[in-house]
């Protein structure tokens, strides 16, 4: 058995997902068990003990992001979060206007949820990013008609982690009377993120990237000034006040809303952790390894990740070098679809850098010797690749790679 | 994604990792491939005049592991091989030898490619040396 625990490899994919804190599965399972009501069933003591359980997560999830209780919607997780906002409100609000403002670095639960709008008669504003991921507020603003209704942007990019400006865009939105939704599924827990503050209407967040359990998320709506409805997507019994009927999920809104409030205890020193160890993996390897790069916002982007280029070797080969290490690349091998990161070429990256991309992504459990195993596991691997890649020797040799004349396929 | 043992060992221990002077009569080059499709392949042979056996090959390879094994497989097999035998060499032999999934055909496609542009360039090579002389 430890054995096994040892040969696994040091996990460095936290905007993946995330492990449940022990907290978080303890305090979850009494509700498989014992406590199995349904909290809808208001008769007997069980259905009211369920409920009971349910009002205290969305109180926990409410006071992270400075909601009221009230204001929260229990999903599925933030896919369905980001679906519900953007179909909801198009739906809702389709007579006041068809415009959507969006950006191209977006998940892609807020991608094809506007491309599904798109079929429906709206018309949709992909606002384009600079070459750090950054949207131009002026263009938001220029963006923004007399039949928008809606602007969504993601608080940080899962991929780079560059953070868009939220407090101004809640600011520009609020001003002109457009409904700001906020995918904040990887800020959550690493920024502070406040409903009023930023000025935010929707929000979208999931359980599994903050310690809690898979397949439950929250969309916070905003009840008052102004208050913003929607149409649900899913019909049925009315629960969630009629935005989302299905029996609720108990043990994993349990989950949630302990994972919410252990953030709300010790997310300052979670954030200083792991922007210690980031800095120490990306110094520590940039000071051993030439042609490295940092991708996204480097002034501006979640603290505890970094998303390097290594220059003239490919992103899966170097995957398959750093044995001991779980994190992933931006390199199209690794994707079904044989293209690149369309989140690094949106900021211009060059196909080959994106190709060559590893993103790194800590956490809460991430131990500073895990840092230092990796640092050196990357230097060998990149060392190793480029002993071996004709793209570094024809650099070594003073070649300027743009001028030579490739045989693509 | 699951890789074959093969291209494991090859990834591990790749044979004949290296350069031969480019600017030797007998030596072949092919570079095949480009840096944003994520592979280049470059692959050499030393040719002996007198056989026509490939004596010595290297490669360098900037791409997945699967590339980096068909490349490396590919100098394997050509060293000790006339040209005209490293020329029957198929892509699908690549394939099956490495137990190749369908998504990285092309990396044995782009090895039977550098195989060919380094025998054409040192067909080249010779072709303008016999007129020389
Ligand atoms: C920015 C962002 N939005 C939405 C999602 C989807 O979240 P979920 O897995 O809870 O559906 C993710 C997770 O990959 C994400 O990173």
Same mark, same amino acid.
């Given at each position: 058995?430890?054995?096994? @625990?040892?040969?696994?490899?040091?996990?460095?994919?936290?905007?993946?997902?995330?492990p449940?804190?022990?907290?978080?599965?303890?305090?979850?399972?009494?509700?498989?068990?014992?406590?199995?009501?349904?909290?809808a069933?208001?008769?007997?003591?069980?259905?009211?003990?369920?409920?009971?359980?349910v009002?205290?997560?969305?109180?926990?999830?409410?006071?992270?992001i400075?909601?009221?209780?009230?204001?929260?919607?229990?999903?599925s997780?933030?896919?369905?979060?980001?679906?519900?906002?953007?179909?909801?409100?198009?739906?809702?609000?389709?007579?006041?206007?068809?415009?959507?403002?969006?950006?191209?670095?977006?998940?892609?639960?807020?991608?094809?949820?506007?491309?599904?709008?798109?079929t429906?008669?709206?018309?949709?504003?992909?606002?384009?990013?600079?070459?750090?991921?950054?949207?131009?507020?002026?263009?938001?603003?220029?963006?923004?008609?007399?039949?928008?209704?809606?602007?969504?942007?993601?608080?940080?990019?899962?991929?780079?982690?560059?953070?868009?400006?939220?407090?101004?865009?809640g600011? @520009?939105?609020?001003?002109?009377?457009v409904?700001?939704?906020?995918?904040?599924?990887?800020? @959550?827990?690493?920024?502070?993120?406040?409903?009023?503050?930023?000025?935010?209407?929707?929000?979208?967040?999931?359980?599994?990237?903050?310690?809690?359990?898979?397949?439950?998320?929250?969309?916070?709506?905003?009840?008052?000034?102004?208050?913003?409805?929607?149409?649900?997507?899913?019909?049925?019994?009315?629960?969630?006040?009629?935005?989302?009927?299905?029996?609720?999920?108990?043990? +994993?809104?349990?989950?949630?809303?302990?994972?919410?409030?252990?953030? +709300?205890?010790?997310?300052?020193?979670?954030v200083?952790?792991?922007?210690?160890?980031?800095?120490?993996?990306?110094?520590?390897?940039?000071?051993?390894?030439?042609?490295?790069?940092?991708?996204?916002?480097?002034?501006n982007?979640?603290?505890?990740?970094?998303?390097?280029?290594?220059?003239?070797?490919?992103?899966?080969?170097?995957?398959?070098?750093?044995?001991?290490?779980?994190?992933?690349?931006?390199?199209?091998c690794?994707?079904?679809?044989?293209?690149?990161?369309?989140?690094?070429?949106?900021?211009?990256?060059?196909?080959?850098?994106?190709?060559?991309?590893?993103r790194?992504?800590?956490?809460?459990f991430?131990?500073?010797?895990? @840092?230092?195993?990796?640092?050196? +596991?990357?230097?060998?691997?990149?060392?190793?690749?480029?002993?071996?890649?004709?793209?570094?020797?024809l650099?070594?040799?003073?070649?300027?790679?743009?001028t030579? +004349?490739?045989?693509?396929? | 994604?699951?890789?074959?043992?093969?291209?494991?060992?090859?990834y591990?221990?790749? &044979?004949?990792?290296g350069?031969?002077?480019?600017k030797?009569?007998?030596?072949?080059?092919?570079?095949?491939g480009?840096?944003?499709?994520?592979?280049?392949?470059?692959l050499?042979?030393?040719?002996?005049k007198?056989?026509?056996?490939?004596v010595?090959?290297?490669?360098?390879?900037?791409?997945?592991?699967?590339?980096i094994?068909?490349?490396?497989?590919?100098? *394997?097999?050509?060293?000790?091989?006339?040209?005209?035998?490293?020329?029957?060499?198929?892509?699908?032999?690549?394939? *099956? *030898?490495?137990s190749?999934?369908?998504?990285?055909?092309?990396?044995?496609?782009?090895?039977?490619?550098?195989? &060919?542009?380094?025998? *054409?360039?040192?067909?080249?090579?010779?072709?303008?040396?016999?007129q020389e002389?």
């Open positions: 058995m430890k054995q096994n @625990i040892r040969k696994r490899p040091i996990y460095m994919d936290y905007n993946a997902t995330t449940c804190d022990p907290k978080v599965v303890e305090a979850m399972l009494p509700f498989f068990t014992e406590k199995f009501g349904n909290p069933s208001r008769s007997h003591a069980y259905g009211w003990e369920a409920e009971e359980a009002s205290m997560a969305r109180r926990q999830v409410a006071d992270l400075g909601a009221g209780p009230k204001e929260i919607v229990f999903t997780g933030a896919t369905e979060s980001d679906n519900l906002a953007i179909k909801g409100v198009a739906q809702m609000y389709g007579e006041k206007g068809k415009h959507v403002i969006s950006c191209v670095t977006e998940h892609k639960a807020v991608l094809d949820s506007c491309k599904r709008l798109e429906w008669g709206y018309e949709v504003t992909f606002l384009p990013v600079d070459a750090r991921g950054r949207i131009d507020l002026d263009e938001l603003k220029k963006a923004i008609r007399d039949d928008t209704i809606l602007v969504t942007l993601m608080a940080a990019n899962n991929e780079t982690g560059t953070l868009h400006p939220i407090e101004k865009i600011e @520009i939105t609020r001003e002109h009377g409904l700001f939704h906020c995918d904040a599924t990887q800020a @959550i827990g690493k920024v502070d993120i406040d409903v009023d503050r930023a000025k935010i209407d929707l929000l979208s967040l999931s359980g599994h990237k903050i310690y809690g359990p898979k397949g439950v998320g929250a969309l916070y709506v905003r009840r008052r000034n102004p208050r913003v409805r929607l149409v649900a997507q899913i019909d049925g019994g009315g629960h969630e006040r009629g935005m989302r009927s299905g029996t609720l999920a108990v043990t +994993q809104i349990v989950g949630l809303g302990k994972a919410c409030s252990l953030l +709300q205890e010790g997310m300052k020193q979670e200083e952790h792991c922007r210690t160890l980031r800095d120490r993996l990306e110094t520590s390897i940039m000071d051993q390894l030439d042609y490295v790069y940092i991708n996204g916002d480097p002034d982007r979640l603290p505890s990740m970094t998303n390097l280029s290594f220059a003239y070797v490919e992103g899966e080969s170097l995957i398959m070098g750093m044995k001991d290490l779980a994190v992933s690349s931006g390199s199209a690794t994707s079904a679809s044989l293209e690149p990161s369309y989140v690094l070429k949106a900021a211009g990256v060059e196909d080959e850098l994106a190709h060559s991309s590893i790194f992504s800590l956490g809460r991430t131990k500073e010797e895990e @840092i230092d195993v990796a640092v050196e +596991q990357v230097v060998s691997a990149v060392r190793r690749l480029r002993e071996m890649s004709p793209l570094y020797e650099v070594q040799e003073g070649v300027d790679l743009k030579v +004349q490739w045989e693509a396929h | 994604m699951a890789y074959s043992e093969k291209v494991l060992d090859h591990n221990n790749p &044979r004949n990792v350069s031969l002077d480019k030797e009569a007998d030596v072949g080059t092919g570079i095949v480009a840096p944003e499709c994520g592979d280049v392949m470059k050499q042979i030393q040719v002996d007198e056989t026509g056996q490939i010595e090959a290297k490669f360098k390879t900037y791409g997945c592991g699967s590339a094994a068909s490349s490396s497989l590919a100098t *394997e097999w050509v060293k000790g091989k006339t040209i005209d035998e490293a020329l029957k060499i198929k892509n699908s032999d690549i394939v *099956e *030898e490495l190749l999934p369908p998504v990285k055909i092309h990396c044995s496609v782009l090895a039977e490619d550098a195989i &060919r542009a380094a025998i *054409e360039d040192y067909k080249k090579k010779q072709g303008t040396k016999d002389q």
